[in-house]
């Protein structure tokens, strides 16, 4: 059965994913990039730290993989050295050790079987493994308002449902020894949105979600929500992007493992 991907590609997605870089996203990664590498990037979505990654590589080759072929399109851009593919995080089209580099960042989250993909990306890894995944138990904003409360126990319930975790940051490292990788270390990444235009940028996009992505049609499909309440929790993120002192950050947890 193929997995739900809980987000979607609709553009209120795309946007915020956009913003991501190899600094901000992958910055763990970065120390042990040469430029002559080759790097996979798993679930490369709109491929902005892929593209990243291609220009800290000028002599090397980056191929971006995604289930969806226009979102490949849009991640390789017009960058010489950047290929795509459209393919499965479970069954990568490549011979082992194919890459010096993998990478997955938020791709583990969305999969009913992480070790499944955490192994299958091993196998095509030459020298390093790096896959990192948000914790959304653990995301933390402020001021409290009960329409962010409401999204967050729609969004579990609705990642709990397709049988994907969203909280799946914190157990990598004992996924990573499941996998049978030993070599590893653990980093955490964090987003910080606190600035007025930061937190309206954040909030905005989020009331577009909550209306548009796939988070709202798997919440209408599984009878979890309705219309009526979706306006309501947008016009919630709405409203919280605009309050005084607003914050909201966003842990993550990532592996770089060593072959
Ligand atoms: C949250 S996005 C992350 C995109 C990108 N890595 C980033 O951080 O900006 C997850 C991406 O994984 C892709 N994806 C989901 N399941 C996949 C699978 N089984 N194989 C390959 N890609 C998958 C989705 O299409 C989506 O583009």
Redesign the pocket.
């Known amino acids: 059965m193929t997995?739900t991907?809980i987000?979607g590609h609709d553009e209120s997605v795309l946007a915020s994913?956009r913003w991501?870089g190899a600094e901000n996203?992958a910055g763990y990664l970065l120390p042990v990039l040469q430029e002559n590498h080759t790097l996979l990037d798993?679930?490369?979505?709109?491929g902005?730290?892929t593209r990243d990654f291609a220009q800290r590589l000028p002599r090397g080759r980056v191929v971006a993989?995604?289930?969806?072929a226009p979102?490949v399109r849009e991640a390789v851009g017009a960058i010489q050295h950047c290929s795509g593919i459209v393919?499965?995080?479970?069954t990568l089209p490549f011979p082992n050790r194919s890459f010096d580099v993998v990478h997955a960042?938020?791709?583990l989250q969305?999969?009913r079987d992480p070790e499944g993909a955490i192994g299958e990306m091993a196998r095509v890894s030459r020298h390093y493994l790096a896959f990192a995944d948000a914790d959304y138990d653990r995301m933390m904003w402020w001021p409290n308002v009960q329409e962010l409360d409401r999204w967050m126990q729609l969004y579990q319930g609705i990642a709990s449902a397709n049988h994907v975790n969203p909280n799946i940051g914190r157990q990598l490292p004992s996924l990573a020894l499941a996998c049978g990788l030993s070599r590893y270390t653990t980093h955490a990444i964090t987003w910080t949105y606190a600035t007025p235009e930061l937190c309206r940028w954040w909030g905005d996009l989020w009331a577009g979600r909550v209306l548009h992505s796939t988070f709202a049609s798997e919440a209408l499909r599984l009878g979890l929500s309705t219309h009526e309440e979706l306006a309501f929790i947008a016009r919630g993120w709405k409203a919280w992007a605009r309050q005084p002192g607003a914050m909201f950050v966003i842990p993550s947890v990532a592996i770089l493992a060593e072959n």
Do not use: E, F
Not at 65 to 68: F, G, V
Not at 87 to 90: C, I, T
């Open positions: 997995d991907y987000h994913h991501r996203s798993v679930g490369c979505g709109p902005t730290i993989l995604d289930r969806s979102i393919g499965d995080a479970y960042h938020q791709v969305h999969l």
